[in-house]
C-alpha cells in the first residue's frame, strides 16, 4: 500500500509536470469484461493506443475490484484450446494492440463484488517504462460479442 | 420492355430456376455441406452423464433434437465464452429451427464443475443449451470415444489451474449420427448454413 501510493506520487510529479498539457502517450478504449456467473474469472479486453515513437508492452494489471489481474493469451493451435500467462505484451511505436476474444486477455480474477453487466470495471495497465494506463471496462454479459450490441 | 431486355430477364429466371431445382435435387440426395463431413467416420451421440439441473441422462435424451457438443469448463474464460456466444448468435439467426437444436456443453473440469456451476453459466449463454458433467473416467472415455483431448494444466500455485482441451464443435443430427465437424474459427454463414440443413432431415421413428 505505502510502495504503491508512493509509486503514484513519482509518477505524478514526475510525469505530470512533463505531460500535464499533452495527452498521455499510451491510451486505453473500447473496453469491456464479459462477465461470467458467480466468481467465475472474466476475460476483459480493449485497444491500446501508442501515439509514441517509442516501442513499449504492457507487463501487468491491477483492478481494486478483482482481487487478482493477469494478462493472458488463448490459442488454439492444433485443434487444443489452451491459455497461457504473459509476462509481457508489445505495443508497438505509433501502432495500436488489441486484447480481443480467443487471444490475449486481461483475467480478472476473485471479484470483490458481484458484477453486474452495465457497471464499469477500472483496470491499471503498467508500461515497461513503469507508467500506468488507466481503463475504464464495461461489464457486459456473458453471451456479449463486444463493448456494444 | 423491348426485346432484347425480355429476353435477358428471361434467361435470368431460367437460370433461377434451374439453380432451386438442383439444389432441391441435391438436398434430397446428398445435402451440400459446408463444414466437415464426419458422416461414418466418428460414433453416434452416446454417454452417461449428469444435466445441469443434477438430472442423469444419455445420448437417447437428446433424440429428435440436433446436437452440438463441445468439451469446455467453467473457469475458462475466453475461448470456451468466445465458442459459446457464437453458438448463441448462430441459434438466434437460425430461427425457429433453433427449437430443435440443443448445445451440450461437456465438463472437462469435474473437479470445480458441480450441475449447479454449470446451470449458471450455460444459462449465461443459451437457454438451449445443456451442461453436461460427469466422474474424471466418464469425461475421459467420451472425449476418447470422439478422439478429443483435455489435460489439466498444472496449478499456478493459488489453487487454480487451466485445462487444455481440444476446441473442435461435433454436430450430431437427430437421430444421434455424427455428421459434422468444426473448428471454433469456423464462419457462423457456414454453421448456420449447416445447421439449416441438419435440422431439415428427417427424423427416424
Known amino acids: 500500500m505505502m510502495v504503491r501510493s508512493l509509486a503514484l506520487a513519482l509518477i505524478l510529479s514526475a510525469g505530470g509536470a512533463a505531460h500535464a498539457a499533452d495527452k498521455p502517450a499510451v491510451e486505453a478504449k473500447n473496453g469491456w469484461v464479459r462477465v461470467l456467473p458467480g466468481n467465475?474469472?472474466?476475460?476483459?479486453?480493449?485497444?491500446?493506443?501508442?501515439?509514441s515513437d517509442r516501442a513499449l508492452s504492457i507487463v501487468g494489471a491491477d483492478s481494486p475490484q478483482y482481487g487478482n489481474a493477469m494478462i493472458h493469451r488463448s490459442s488454439t493451435d492444433g485443434g487444443m484450446g489452451r491459455m497461457e500467462m504473459v509476462d509481457s505484451v508489445p505495443?508497438?511505436?505509433?501502432?495500436?494492440?488489441?486484447?480481443?476474444?480467443?487471444?490475449y486477455h486481461?483475467?480478472?480474477?476473485?471479484?470483490?463484488?458481484?458484477?453486474?453487466?452495465?457497471?464499469?470495471?477500472?483496470?491499471?495497465?503498467?508500461?515497461?517504462?513503469?507508467?500506468?494506463?488507466?481503463?475504464?471496462?464495461?461489464a457486459r454479459p456473458a453471451n456479449a460479442s463486444g463493448p456494444t450490441d | 420492355m423491348t426485346p432484347s431486355i425480355f429476353r435477358r430477364a428471361l434467361m435470368v429466371l431460367l437460370a433461377a430456376a434451374a439453380v432451386a431445382s438442383l439444389a432441391a435435387c441435391q438436398r434430397e440426395a446428398q445435402p451440400e455441406w459446408r463444414l466437415n463431413d464426419v458422416s461414418g467416420h466418428l460414433p453416434d451421440l452416446d454417454f452417461k452423464l449428469t444435466d445441469d439441473n443434477a438430472k442423469p441422462v444419455t445420448g437417447a435424451d437428446y433424440k429428435g433434437k440436433v446436437a452440438v457438443m463441445y468439451f469446455g469448463y467453467t473457469h475458462c474464460p475466453d475461448v470456451c465464452p468466445l465458442t459459446l456466444t457464437q453458438l448463441h448468435v448462430i441459434l438466434d439467426r437460425l430461427g425457429p429451427a433453433a427449437?430443435?437444436?440443443?448445445?451440450?456443453?461437456?465438463?472437462?473440469?469435474?473437479?470445480?464443475?458441480?450441475?449447479a456451476v454449470m446451470h449458471a453459466y450455460v444459462n449465461a449463454f443459451d437457454k438451449r443449451a445443456v451442461g453436461l458433467v460427469g466422474s474424471q473416467a466418464a469425461v475421459e472415455a467420451l472425449a476418447k470415444r470422439y478422439r478429443s483431448a483435455f489435460t489439466r494444466e498444472p496449478d499456478r500455485g493459488d489453487g487454480n489451474y487451466e485445462v487444455s482441451h481440444s476446441s473442435a464443435i461435433y454436430f450430431f443430427d437427430a437421430n444421434g449420427k455424427a455428421r459434422l465437424l468444426a473448428t471454433p474459427s469456423a464462419s457462423q454463414d457456414d454453421?448456420?448454413?449447416?445447421?439449416?440443413?441438419?435440422t431439415s432431415l428427417e427424423t427416424r421413428s
Open chain 2, 99 to 115: 427449437d430443435n437444436v440443443r448445445i451440450l456443453f461437456v465438463s472437462v473440469d469435474p473437479a470445480r464443475d458441480t450441475p
Open chain 1, 40 to 51: 467465475l474469472p472474466a476475460g476483459g479486453y480493449l485497444t491500446f493506443e501508442n501515439r
Open chain 2, 191 to 198: 454453421i448456420v448454413h449447416d445447421l439449416h440443413l441438419l
Open chain 1, 91 to 103: 505495443l508497438p511505436a505509433k501502432g495500436t494492440l488489441a486484447f480481443a476474444p480467443g487471444g
Open chain 1, 106 to 138: 486481461v483475467m480478472l480474477m476473485q471479484p470483490k463484488q458481484a458484477v453486474k453487466p452495465g457497471e464499469k470495471i477500472t483496470v491499471t495497465f503498467t508500461l515497461s517504462d513503469g507508467e500506468k494506463v488507466p481503463a475504464t471496462l464495461l
